[in-house]
Every structure is written in structure tokens, then in C-alpha cells.
């Protein structure tokens, strides 16, 4: 039974560019969250999809944006890339919208822009 | 909205002692609340939660954490601490209505033969 699976595992960008990272969730679970974890801090919440939709969102500004896919996968999109956006990007994935049951987490997509 | 406070940064423990990783949180209304680890170079993966009932939770690896509603506090302990329990803990919160969690900052438990 795979996990939750993100790729690529590292990129490096440069700054004004565009990038998307990709999200596979665990088999049996139809909800993707998103988290932004920059060095030596917790992870932050920036969005999640359920039914292919927005359902809920963090504190970041509009430059990230997302998408989910019919068969649940999904992807994170940032567009004009800061040296801020540096971080682990994390994918979560749970079976329903609410609270309780636990997300399970990818390895993340380390992005680092130069 | 929610926060959480992981008072320690860092945690040196010698192997076999036992350790505690402290955790309080802010809402204003009712609370689930985890513990994650992670070790190098992975995602985050759940050690225990507590959802409702009995306000002491348990792992299969020997963790325990107990609900303090009164105190605000989410407390993770282990008897006797292994050096493969080394990694970076992480408490979080989330409202019973959500998913989206709150997390702390995080403690690194560094434990030392």
C-alpha cells in the first residue's frame, strides 16, 4: 500500500520564475492538504482539496495556488518565486474533510530559490 | 484561530532516562490535538492523538501524552528514552469542525548514549 508520494524530491529555482510540485495521495483517501515548513520551523498550512476544490486556506497570498485531479492527486503552484518561498513543501492526505482522522505525509519536495 | 507553544527548542537526554516534550496550546473553542515526529530528511509521521475520552493517550512505542484542558496542555512523555527516538517532535492543534492543523515550532529530542 504506497503512501503519499511527492515529487520531484529537490528543486532549485530562480527568482520570478514558476514552479509546481505534484502530490499523490495514500490509496483510499480523497482529501490533500498542502504545508510549508521553512528551516527550523513547524509546517504551515496553506491550503486544502477536497472534491477538487479549495475547501480551506492558510494565511499565504495568492501566488500559491492548486489544483486536484478526478483521481485525487494533486498539485501546488507558485508563481513569481521570492527567496522566502525556500522551504519543504509537505503533502498530506486524509479520508474526508473533518477533523480527527490523521493526516499521513509525504517526504515533501524541497524547494530552494536562488 | 489557534497556536501552539512548544516551550523547548531542544531536548538533551541520556539514553534510558526518562524525558518530557512540553506543549501548550491557545483556542477558543474545542481541540484535537497530536504529536508528531520526524526524523532527517522525511515528512511528518503520527506518534498519538488525543480526540475525546480519556485524556491520557498512548503509542505503540512507548509515548505517552495527556490531555490538560484546564492548563492548556498537551504534554508528550516516554519513560526511558532510546537513541533511535532521536528526531524532531512536533505538537498540533486543530478545531473539531477542521482539519487544518496548527503546528508549534518544534522540540529536537537528542538523545546521547
Known amino acids: 500500500d504506497a503512501g503519499v508520494t511527492q515529487s520531484p524530491t529537490h528543486l532549485i529555482k530562480t527568482r520570478g520564475q514558476q514552479v509546481t510540485l505534484r502530490c499523490s495521495p495514500k490509496?483510499?483517501?480523497?482529501?490533500v492538504s498542502w504545508y510549508q515548513q521553512a528551516l527550523g520551523q513547524g509546517p504551515q498550512f496553506i491550503f486544502q482539496?477536497?472534491?477538487?476544490?479549495?475547501?480551506q486556506r492558510g494565511n499565504f497570498p495568492d501566488r500559491f495556488s492548486g489544483h486536484q485531479f478526478p483521481n485525487y492527486s494533486s498539485e501546488l503552484n507558485v508563481n513569481a518565486l521570492l527567496l522566502g518561498d525556500s522551504a519543504l513543501y509537505l503533502c498530506?492526505?486524509?479520508?474526508?474533510?473533518?477533523?480527527?482522522?490523521?493526516?499521513?505525509f509525504g517526504n515533501g519536495t524541497r524547494l530552494t530559490v536562488t | 484561530a489557534q497556536s501552539v507553544t512548544q516551550l523547548d527548542s531542544q531536548v538533551p537526554v541520556f539514553e534510558e532516562a526518562p524525558v518530557e516534550l512540553r506543549c501548550n496550546y491557545s483556542?477558543?473553542?474545542?481541540?484535537?490535538l497530536f504529536w508528531y515526529v520526524q526524523y532527517p530528511n522525511q515528512g511528518l509521521q503520527l506518534l498519538l492523538k488525543?480526540?475525546?475520552?480519556?485524556?491520557l493517550v498512548e503509542s505503540i512505542n512507548g509515548f505517552e501524552a495527556e490531555f490538560n484542558k484546564s492548563q492548556t496542555s498537551f504534554h508528550l512523555r516516554k519513560p526511558s528514552v532510546h537513541i533511535s527516538d532521536t528526531a524532531e517532535y512536533f505538537c498540533?492543534?486543530?478545531?473539531?469542525?477542521?482539519?487544518?492543523?496548527?503546528f508549534g515550532s518544534g522540540t529536537r529530542l537528542q538523545v546521547q548514549p
Open positions: 498530506a492526505s486524509s479520508l474526508g474533510q473533518r477533523g480527527g482522522s490523521p493526516l499521513h
Open positions: 482539496y477536497y472534491e477538487e476544490e479549495e475547501r
Open positions: 490509496s483510499g483517501h480523497d482529501t
Open positions: 483556542s477558543s473553542v474545542s481541540v484535537y
Open positions: 498540533a492543534v486543530s478545531d473539531t469542525g477542521r482539519r487544518a492543523l496548527t
Open positions: 488525543y480526540l475525546s475520552g480519556s485524556t
